[in-house]
């Protein structure tokens, strides 16, 4: 089977990102039309202008106020009259330990890496029964399955994520949506980079990082062969799967892989350098649009 994108309404949350971009240039080629929601309007208007092909658009809004969904959704119903894919893909992180984070800060992350997506999607179902074939597509994490001890909140958002959206996944096929979601490792984006930057989660360092294009493809995998989860590294994906079946192992696996994580995280800084995305500026390093 292989999806069709010949006029399809596409909507992608954190549209002026990486992974983002990456799926939005080649489903526009296809055909598509793009509606690409970002909290910032002019990263979300210059995404769009930038697609191949006609009908794009883009769409600004806090994803954690329900009044600026309910408006984005007006707004999207006015320009396309419904949505054919519904692309959760909005996310964050923060490298604060949980010994050090505020409790605000704890909320907005929960809400923007789970609620958010579980409200959008809600309250587009309307406009996805007006397809013919509407779609769910998630970007969780393999971070919903294996438990990231630096970023715990993180992982509880998306833990939750992935389990709402599998049981979402089984109920709305009864009316017709098929929901599904992409489980990537770390991908090389601006997320990653800070995160880096800030002496995250090393963990997630044990290889290179794969590219926002490979999250992509993972994506319209989903859309070629409708399932309930898709993994861009399957290997990966097997490995830690394998590890969470004896969790009370796990203190004595993240002892094995945290050296190599820190190697593999300072050579992603050092290429990042190499590259231009990272500059020194006042005796620290910060991302080269921070310096711009």
């Known amino acids: 089977m292989t999806y069709d994108y010949r006029d399809k309404v596409i909507v992608v949350t954190g549209g002026a990102g990486g992974i983002a971009q990456a799926f939005a240039a080649p489903a526009a080629a296809r055909g598509a039309r793009l509606a690409l929601v970002d909290i910032r309007a002019e990263a979300a208007a210059a995404a769009a202008a930038a697609l191949p092909g006609r009908g794009h658009l883009g769409f600004a809004g806090d994803l954690t106020d329900d009044t600026q969904v309910e408006r984005i959704l007006e707004e999207i119903a006015a320009a396309y009259e419904r949505i054919d894919v519904l692309v959760n893909n909005v996310g964050m992180t923060s490298s604060e330990r949980f010994d050090a984070r505020s409790v605000a800060s704890i909320r907005l992350e929960t809400e923007v890496n789970m609620l958010s997506p579980l409200v959008l999607t809600r309250l587009a179902l309307p406009l996805l029964q007006r397809s013919t074939d509407p779609r769910i597509v998630t970007t969780v994490s393999l971070g919903g399955i294996f438990p990231l001890g630096e970023t715990p909140i ?24 098929r929901a599904g979601s992409v ?90 350098q190499r590259e231009g995305h990272v500059v020194r500026r006042d005796g620290r390093l910060v991302l080269a649009e921070e310096n711009a």
């Open 183 to 272: 489980l990537p490792s770390a991908t090389d984006t601006r997320m990653l980079r800070q995160e880096a930057l800030d002496g995250g989660n090393a963990l997630q360092f044990q290889d290179p990082p794969q590219q926002p294009a490979d999250v992509a493809r993972a994506m319209m995998r989903l859309l070629d062969k409708p399932r309930l989860e898709v993994y861009p590294k399957p290997s990966e994906s097997v490995l830690i799967r394998a590890a969470m079946l004896v969790p009370n192992a796990l203190p004595r696996l993240m002892r094995l892989f945290r050296r190599r994580g820190d190697r593999g995280m300072a050579r992603y800084l050092e290429k990042l």
């Open 154 to 177: 993180y992982t509880a958002s998306k833990f939750g994520l992935r389990g709402a959206m599998l049981s979402i996944g089984l109920d709305l096929r009864r009316i017709g949506i």
